[in-house]
């Protein structure tokens, strides 16, 4: 059976620009509803399951898809989904990191964790467990409410694209990516 995967990332975060927040929970801006709002109009007119990164910005934006739904899809918070962990770089400015260090980790992006953080390959493993478990599971259409890196996870499964090209692709806040299962190698 070909699933249809609905991967959509959270809308505008509350955050000051130049900020890391990876796994900090932060909430997300004013703009909310106008954006999930114009999310909401691309999706399906069901889904069969809804999962979801258990941080604040990805939970408000899955239950606000569950409640335009006239069959709600239940929600299925999984930590899996949750975004890169910058360790020690969490909430801090971009521009105001060890220099040295964040040029070490730009070089070797894939295999560096940050300071008592993770790497991509880190993120990758985990979100291809998740993958592997949903796979395996008879779901039609589901939609993952989630982030810039796991979808670049997913994208890079699905589309056998290099983890390292990934990064070159621009996934705005509150948009939709959709895969099919069939495509999977």
């Keep these: 059976m070909c699933m249809e995967i609905y991967l959509i990332r959270h809308t505008k975060p509350l955050v000051e620009k130049g900020i890391c927040y990876g796994q900090s929970d932060i909430d997300v801006r004013n703009t909310f509803d106008i954006e999930a709002e114009k999310l909401i109009q691309w999706l399906p007119q069901e889904l069969d399951i809804l999962y979801s990164s258990p941080l604040l910005r990805c939970i408000k ?30 909430l801090k400015k971009w521009d105001e990191l060890d220099r040295k260090l964040s040029e070490q980790w730009i070089e070797n992006i894939l295999v560096q964790p940050t300071p008592n953080g993770e790497s991509f390959y880190d993120l990758n493993l ?25 979808i670049r996870c997913f994208i890079s499964r699905f589309k056998n694209i290099s983890l390292i090209e990934t990064l070159k692709l621009t996934i705005d806040f509150a948009s939709l990516t959709i895969l099919r299962s069939d495509s999977v190698k």
């Design 61 to 90: 934006l899955s239950e606000k898809i569950q409640e335009s739904f006239i069959n709600k899809p239940k929600i299925i918070h999984d930590k899996r989904l949750i975004e890169m962990n910058f360790g020690d770089w969490e």
């Design 126 to 150: 985990r979100v291809t467990h998740f993958i592997n478990d949903i796979l395996n599971k008879k779901i039609k259409k589901a939609g993952v409410v989630t982030h810039a890196g796991v």
